[in-house]
C-alpha cells in the first residue's frame, strides 16, 4: 500500500526566511510519480511539481526547489525568501506510473505554511 | 496547459436532496477521471476511479449506491450524491488523465453544503 507523510501539520514563518517542507513516502512499486500542490484558500489545487522515480535530480524553479531522495524516501519542498503570497496548504502526493491505477494518486495530511509579514 | 472544470463551483441544498457535480476536460479526451473528498482541514481522499464506457471502481467504504459517477464521454464525468445528508457537505475534487504525457489534471472543485 502506499503512503504519503507530512510530518508538519503547521509551519509559521516571517516573510523573507527559508522554509522547508517534508515528505516521506511508501511504496512497493519501483516505479512511481511523486508530485508537490499548492492549495490557496480558493481551494483550487495548483500543480506544483512532478517527478518520476527515476529522476533523481534535484530542481529549481524560481524561488522553489524540491530534494528528492530515494534512499531516504524523501521528497522535500524547500521555499527561499518566502513571501506572504506562499501562504496556502500544501500537500506532497504518490502515484503508480502504470496499469490501470496510474494516476490513482495517494496524498498526504498537508503542510499549512503561513508566511507572516 | 490542459483545464479541467467543475460545475457547480458550489452548491446547497437541503437533506434528502440529489446533487449532480459535472467534471469536464475541455482540451483534452480523458479515459479515466478520478473523485476526491476533501473535509475542512484534511487531506483529499480518493473516492472512485472513472473509466469511460465502464463500471466506476470506487474504494473501500465508498457507498457506490450513493455516490453515483457516470462516465458516458471522453470528456464528461458526473457524480450524483444521492438523498445528501449534512455529513456529505465537502469539496468535491475531480481529476482527469490526459494530454500528451497522460498526466493528472485537478478540477477546481465543488463545495457542497447540505442543511
Known amino acids: 500500500a502506499q503512503k504519503v507523510t507530512q510530518a508538519q501539520t503547521e509551519i509559521s514563518v516571517v516573510e523573507k526566511e527559508d522554509v522547508t517542507l517534508d515528505c516521506v513516502y511508501e511504496?512497493?512499486?519501483?516505479?512511481?510519480?511523486l508530485f508537490w500542490y499548492k492549495q490557496p484558500p480558493s481551494g483550487e489545487l495548483v500543480f506544483l511539481i512532478r517527478?518520476?522515480?527515476?529522476?533523481?535530480q534535484n530542481e529549481i524553479s524560481g524561488r522553489y526547489s524540491w530534494n528528492f531522495q530515494k534512499s531516504t524516501s524523501s521528497f522535500n519542498f524547500t521555499i527561499t525568501a518566502s513571501q506572504v503570497v506562499d501562504s496556502a496548504v500544501y500537500f506532497c502526493a504518490l502515484s503508480e506510473e502504470y496499469n490501470t491505477n496510474a494516476g490513482k494518486s495517494t496524498f498526504g495530511d498537508g503542510t499549512t505554511l503561513t508566511v507572516k509579514p | 496547459g490542459a483545464v479541467v472544470s467543475q460545475h457547480p463551483s458550489r452548491v446547497i441544498c437541503k437533506s434528502g436532496t440529489s446533487v449532480k457535480i459535472e467534471c469536464r476536460s475541455l482540451?483534452?479526451?480523458?479515459?479515466?477521471m478520478f473523485w476526491y473528498r476533501q473535509f475542512p482541514k484534511q487531506s483529499l481522499m480518493l473516492m472512485a476511479t472513472s473509466n469511460e464506457g465502464s463500471k466506476a471502481t470506487y474504494e473501500q467504504g465508498v457507498e457506490k449506491d450513493k455516490f453515483l459517477i457516470n462516465h458516458a464521454s471522453l470528456t464528461l464525468s458526473t457524480l450524483t450524491v444521492t438523498s445528501a445528508h449534512p455529513e456529505d457537505s465537502s469539496f468535491y475534487i475531480c481529476?482527469?488523465?490526459?494530454?500528451?504525457?497522460?498526466?493528472?489534471?485537478f478540477g477546481p472543485g465543488t463545495r457542497l453544503t447540505v442543511l
Open positions: 481529476s482527469a488523465m490526459g494530454g500528451r504525457y497522460n498526466e493528472q489534471f
Open positions: 511504496t512497493r512499486d519501483t516505479t512511481y510519480y
Open positions: 482540451d483534452f479526451q480523458a479515459t479515466t
Open positions: 517527478r518520476n522515480s527515476f529522476d533523481e
